[in-house]
């Protein structure tokens, strides 16, 4: 098992920057990849961005590409998420997702493990 933990949510205005954490425990060796997902309450959960917990190989939403970006830490079992120019249509729940199996999916069914979410706002 593995648990996850989101901080950093916060209420910003727009063109405002912000960075999650998510800070993994638990069985944390036997990951392969971490990610970002987003949910906004007339929305579906999408893709933000995933990061192989091995390689560090990212990949990213084209609608977050070349504003956010994500890291790791691994001696901290961390994933960080910077996100920068927010937009107003953006706010949502930002859920921290890890996968056992797969290094890198954009498909919210290829996660294992989700933490508790952090919620964005951002004010125009």
């Known amino acids: 098992q593995v648990y996850l933990r989101e901080s950093g949510g916060a209420s910003v205005q727009a063109g405002d920057s912000l960075r999650l954490s998510c800070e993994a425990s638990?069985?944390?060796?036997?990951?392969?990849?971490m990610g970002w997902f987003r949910q906004s309450p007339e929305n579906e959960r999408e893709f933000v961005s995933t990061?192989?917990?091995?390689?560090?190989?990212?990949s990213y939403a084209n609608s977050v590409k070349g504003r956010f970006t994500i890291s790791r830490d691994n001696a901290k079992n961390t994933v960080y998420l910077q996100m920068t120019n927010l937009e107003p249509a953006e706010p949502a729940v930002y859920y921290c997702?890890?996968?056992?199996?797969?290094?890198?999916?954009?498909?919210?069914?290829?996660?294992?493990?989700w933490g508790q979410g952090a919620l964005v706002t951002v004010s125009s």
């Open positions: 638990g069985r944390t060796f036997g990951m392969h990849g």
């Open positions: 997702a890890a996968s056992s199996s797969l290094p890198s999916t954009s498909s919210p069914h290829g996660m294992d493990y």
């Open positions: 990061i192989n917990w091995n390689n560090g190989i990212t």
